[in-house]
T-cell receptor, first 117, second 113 residues
Framework: DTGVSQDPRHKITKRGQNVTFRCDPISEHNRLYWYRQTLGQGPEFLTYFQNEAQLEKSRLLSDRFSAERPKGSFSTLEIQRTEQGDSAMYLC???????????????FGPGTRLTVL | AQSVTQLDSQVPVFEEAPVELRCNYSSSVSVYLFWYVQYPNQGLQLLLKYLSGSTLVESINGFEAEFNKSQTSFHLRKPSVHISDTAEYFCAVSVTGGFKTIFGAGTRLFVKA
């Protein structure tokens, strides 16, 4: 399967613990996105990478959140000192800008569901 | 800033009936428009998109959406739904030339036998 993969699929943790999620994008894609989706809502943009550079972070991404994309391949999203409000589905997507329209179709992974007890 | 409003949180419909899922957007600049579908326990999949040209766009499984600039709408329609269409549908907007995609809250389509 050559789609976007995320690991783990599910994570249960206690409040105050740190967690790290991994995303492996489609191999030729240079753009990578992280979103958060809570119950009954659509995905909310968290951050965006072009290659290894993190070009934008949402205000939703507090100081407890950090994302990296070393070497412009896989990405990790770390949450420190988790809170119950962090419980959500964390989605990763990747894309490659194409053609003159500069439209980039985003391909989504299955997500990591985080539950903070 | 852009925003997306999906007017119905849930739409129950009988199999083989027509359905329309409504989407309105707000933007001061030109945008691309998308519909994504999310089946249970799966990631989002692009259903169809409007980039430019014909305002009526179609998917391979019978859905269509029409971009209406004057009404700032991008409603999704299907003339005859199947049980397998049961899923959550998200309308989304992206500024042309931009990278960020803004999603609506989603509409849960429930097709009953």
């Amino acid at each position: 399967d050559t789609g976007v993969s995320q690991d783990p699929r599910h994570k249960i943790t206690k409040r105050g613990q740190n967690v790290t999620f991994r995303c492996d994008p489609i191999s030729e894609h240079n753009r990578l996105y992280w979103y958060r989706q809570t119950l009954g809502q659509g995905p909310e943009f968290l951050t965006y990478f072009q290659n290894e550079a993190q070009l934008e972070k949402s205000r939703l991404l507090s100081d407890r959140f950090s994302a990296e994309r070393p070497k412009g391949s896989f990405s990790t999203l770390e949450i420190q000192r988790t809170e119950q409000g962090d419980s959500a589905m964390y989605l990763c997507a990747s894309s490659q800008a194409s053609g003159r329209i500069n439209y980039n179709e985003q391909f989504f992974g299955p997500g990591t569901r985080l539950t903070v007890l | 800033a852009q925003s997306v409003t999906q007017l119905d949180s849930q739409v129950p419909v009988f199999e083989e009936a027509p359905v329309e899922l409504r989407c309105n957007y707000s933007s001061s600049v030109s945008v691309y428009l998308f519909w994504y579908v999310q089946y249970p326990n799966q990631g989002l999949q692009l259903l169809l998109k409007y980039l430019s040209g014909s305002t009526l766009v179609e998917s391979i499984n019978g859905f269509e959406a029409e971009f209406n600039k004057s009404q700032t709408s991008f409603h999704l329609r299907k003339p005859s739904v199947h049980i397998s269409d049961t899923a959550e549908y998200f309308c989304a907007v992206s500024v042309t030339g931009g990278f960020k995609t803004i999603f609506g809250a989603g509409t849960r389509l429930f097709v009953k036998a």
